[in-house]
């Protein structure tokens, strides 16, 4: 009788009688300010990563971290260039 209730239980769960179709947007994704490309971002964030340890779970810690580092680069060679 278990298995009956279990299986009851999770049909409830995967269909409610009263679910109404939920629309759901997306943010918009965050791109690199300092003009780096998604490849470059990418290949930082995947250093990043490797001296860090390769920890599990931080790759959006990884690809900010990243960013950052691409856009005070570019900001140095601006500010050495004027």
Same mark, same amino acid.
């Given at each position: ?5 279990? $299986? $009851?239980?999770? $049909?409830?769960?995967? %269909?409610?009688?009263?679910?109404? &179709?939920?629309?759901? =947007? ?16 990418? %290949? ?7 001296? $860090?340890?390769? &920890?599990?779970?931080?790759?959006? =810690?990884?690809?900010? =971290?990243? =960013? ?15």
């Amino acid at each position: 009788m278990a298995v009956k209730t279990r $299986k $009851k239980a999770r $049909k409830a769960l995967l %269909q409610p009688d009263d679910a109404m &179709p939920v629309r759901v =947007e997306a943010e918009p994704l965050r791109t690199c300010e300092v003009g780096a490309t998604h490849s470059q971002v990418a %290949q930082r964030a995947f250093l990043i990563w490797l001296t $860090k340890g390769r &920890p599990h779970g931080r790759d959006l =810690e990884h690809w900010c =971290e990243a =960013e950052s580092q691409l856009k005070n680069e570019a900001t140095d060679r601006y500010a050495i260039k004027t």
